[in-house]
């Protein structure tokens, strides 16, 4: 079972602009993350927000999470082309990371 | 690099075959975790080792089996393998139990066919 849903599944939009993927998840969790994938190749973390924190950034990316909605944002600001990958949230409970089924981005150059 | 190292990179395979993929964690991590990607159920997590013991189960099938050795390398069996164990599995790991805020540092994965 996935503990994320991420929305929307496949973004496509030109370098330079802004990339917002929304996740919602199912239980409580300790913490949320987002991991990025480029194809067929290993998961990298980007972030992880704590269930007390509301908002947090790194670099170009800035995460939100709103634990009422049981929702998390992730925004990247000033996209390129290198950023072209899939992005998956991931909820932390009791040691299990569970994953969501992710969102494709694609920056156009 | 993350670190975490996974072999084989490709296995190719028959129905009914047994096989296992092998994980090294990054140094100094004691917590080794499984996931299985495919196309139609995307990443599910399968089990968690840490320090030898296994922490956490998820959807591993019981013709799947794990161990984490005490050197802290983890082995994952599959056996009489069905067409729809076609996947790609990865191995992650962290320096923790994974019950606190970590992040996973994940292998290239290893990219299972069964034909």
């Known amino acids: 079972s996935q503990q994320g849903e991420e929305d929307p599944q496949a973004l496509s939009i030109q370098e330079g602009e802004n990339a917002t993927m929304n996740c919602s998840y199912k239980t409580s969790i300790n913490n949320l993350q987002w991991y990025r994938q480029n194809s067929g190749r290993g998961l990298v973390h980007l972030i992880l927000?704590?269930?007390?924190?509301r908002e947090k950034h790194s670099g170009r990316l800035r995460v939100t999470l709103d634990t009422s909605k049981k929702s998390s944002s992730l925004l990247i600001t000033a996209s390129r082309a290198a950023d072209t990958a899939s992005y998956f949230c991931a909820g932390s409970n009791t040691g299990k990371l569970i994953f969501g089924q992710g969102t494709t981005l694609q920056v156009k150059p | 690099d993350s670190g975490v190292t996974q072999t084989p990179k490709h296995l190719i395979t028959a129905t009914g075959q047994r096989v296992t993929l092998r994980c090294s964690p990054r140094?100094?991590?004691?917590?080794v975790y499984w996931y299985q990607q495919s196309l139609d159920q995307g990443l599910q997590f399968l089990i968690q080792y840490y320090n030898g013991e296994e922490r956490a189960k998820g959807n591993i099938l019981e013709r799947f089996s794990a161990q984490q050795f005490p050197d802290l390398h983890s082995e994952l069996n599959l056996s009489s393998l069905e067409l729809g164990d076609s996947a790609l599995y990865f191995c992650?790991?962290?320096?923790?139990?994974?019950?606190?805020?970590?992040?996973?540092?994940f292998g290239s994965g290893t990219q299972l066919s069964v034909l």
């Open positions: 140094s100094g991590d004691l917590s």
């Open positions: 927000i704590r269930s007390n924190e």
């Open positions: 992650a790991s962290s320096g923790g139990e994974g019950t606190t805020n970590e992040k996973l540092f």
